[in-house]
């Protein structure tokens, strides 16, 4: 099989099995460019992989089976019934900690009419609930049955196996993949920046804008142009890549394990997964609302660094002096977690401080990247556990004895201490506080792990 046409395998299965999970792992969650790709749906997204030099896509039909009673549900359907008769090979993705369902067996209907190749995959197999799980699985007549763990990555490689295997797919002889030492693979240069925020925020205008000011190679990415808006430019050498939301609004909505949510939330959930860096526009005339909240918390919880984009400020020129402090006092108040992004006053509609925003982009990218050697990371803590010592729950008093970073974009970093113990939230934020003072780490989250050293 060549490389412009490469089987196509269909993640199938109920809402919240963990299909948008798995369609990460196995994309390579930090390169994935989660767009809709031509011919395909806004619901129904797809990327490339690749296992041991072996070449395939991804389709995740993302929570188009399962839903109900919604006037959207049938054409939802149709779309993933298109999907199955163009995928080369199924995986059937069950929850092994519910065990059988009736919406396992009545997909399983439309995947044995299909008459390809099917794979189950159980998932949730970390959780202890799941144990017994995987062998009430063959009364769907399916084989291979394997368990997997889509959140921490267990059994996934044997799934890739067994998928390149299925597909007898060739592997490229020119094909060379590159691995990071923190085992992250990227596509050299290329910025991922997802532009989020309420309907009428200015993000359609922010990216015209930021097209039609600088003197950027413009160029739409193949397949991308009717729905989603993704386009490629470059500054200053830096390669972005910018995913325009706006186009993910309009299409209704899906319900999904008891949640009513809109397509668009839930597209815009999975570009931001993808995201190096999240511009989170608000409309200054309108602030802060709960849904900037929410999509604020995702992008945090996906490790994309964040940026937020106070838009339409040359609305707010009349104001007076203190307004702008006025302004970010509140915006601070509403989005307290985010204390770590920047705030740019801009205009997409005049171009002001466009600029600023695609150099901020730049930077913020730069410090998620940022890796503080060890050594100078133990001083660090040295320094900061002495004056401030971490509270001891136990009897035994906790000590931090030395400390590592594990891993970048986002900054992850493993504390080794004396005794096995969880940081207090607010120690944590403390030391997370304290290390942006120290190094910067302007605009991205921090992670913090704790562990007992081993003897
Ligand atoms: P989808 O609706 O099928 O796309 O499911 P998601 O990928 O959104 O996952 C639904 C929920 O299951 C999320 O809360 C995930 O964190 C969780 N989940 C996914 N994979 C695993 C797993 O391997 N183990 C556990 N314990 N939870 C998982
Ligand atoms: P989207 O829904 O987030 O893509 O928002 P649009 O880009 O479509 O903009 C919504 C409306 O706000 C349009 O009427 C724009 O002209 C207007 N708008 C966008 N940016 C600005 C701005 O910086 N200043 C002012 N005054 N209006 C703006």
């Known amino acids: 099989m060549s490389r412009h046409n490469p089987p196509s395998v269909v993640l199938i299965g109920r809402p919240n099995v963990g299909k948008s999970t798995l369609f990460n792992r196995l994309t390579g969650r930090r390169r994935a460019i989660v767009a809709p790709i031509a011919g ?3 619901d129904v997204i797809t990327h490339p992989a690749e296992w041991q030099g072996r070449h395939f896509e991804v389709v995740d039909t ?8 919604d006037p959207l549900h049938e054409l939802v359907l149709e779309r993933g019934r298109r999907a199955v008769e163009q995928a080369d090979l199924l995986v059937l993705l069950v929850d092994g900690r519910e065990g059988l369902t009736p919406g396992d067996r009545e997909i399983s209907k439309v995947l044995r009419a299909a008459n390809k190749p099917v794979i189950v995959a159980v998932n949730k197999s970390d959780d202890k609930r799941a144990v017994q799980g995987a062998m009430e699985f063959y009364q769907l007549g399916f084989e291979p049955i394997l368990s997997i763990s889509a959140e921490h990555g267990e059994g996934t490689g044997d799934l890739l196996d067994a998928i390149v295997e299925t597909l007898g797919i060739e592997r490229q002889a020119d094909d060379v993949v590159t691995e990071d030492p923190g085992g992250e693979r990227r596509v050299a240069g290329e910025l991922r ?11 359609s205008s922010l990216v015209n804008r930021l097209l039609k000011e600088e003197r950027m190679i413009v160029s739409e990415i193949p397949g991308t142009t009717r729905d989603a808006v993704d386009v490629e430019l470059t500054w200053h050498k830096r390669k972005f890549r910018i995913v325009d939301t706006a186009g993910m609004r309009r299409a209704g909505k899906v319900s999904g394990g008891g949640q009513i949510e809109s397509v668009s939330v839930l597209l815009t959930r999975r570009a931001i997964e993808s995201a190096d860096v999240t511009v989170l526009m608000i409309d200054s005339n309108v602030g802060v609302t709960d849904q900037d ?14 940026i937020i984009a ?38 997409a509609l005049t171009g002001e401080r466009t600029p600023k925003l695609l150099e901020m982009i730049d930077r913020v990218a730069v410090a998620r990247m940022m890796r503080v050697k060890t050594p100078e990371l133990n ?3 040295a320094r900061v556990t002495a004056a401030h010592p971490p509270p001891s729950p136990g009897r035994t008093e906790v000590r931090i004895l030395y400390a590592a970073q594990t891993g ?15 940081l207090h939230f607010s120690y944590e934020r403390f030391l997370i506080n304290q290390l ?18 081993k003897r």
């Open 293 to 306: 909240g929410s999509i604020a918390g995702a992008a945090d919880k996906a490790g994309s660094s964040i």
């Open 40 to 42: 395909t749906t806004r």
């Open 62 to 69: 993302g929570g188009m089976f399962g839903a109900s009673k």
């Open 408 to 422: 970048v974009g986002p900054p992850t970093f493993v504390l080794f201490t004396n005794v096995a113990t969880e």
């Open 436 to 453: 942006r003072e120290t190094f910067g780490f302007l605009g991205t989250p921090i992670r913090l792990h704790v562990r007992k050293r």
């Open 379 to 381: 001083k660090f803590i």
């Open 193 to 203: 920046v997802v532009i989020v925020g309420r309907p009428n925020a200015g993000k």
């Open 310 to 347: 106070a838009n339409k400020w040359d609305l707010m020129k009349d104001r007076g002096h203190d307004f702008s402090k006025v302004f970010d006092d509140a915006t601070r108040r509403q989005l307290r977690f985010l204390d770590y992004a920047p705030i740019l006053h801009l205009s």
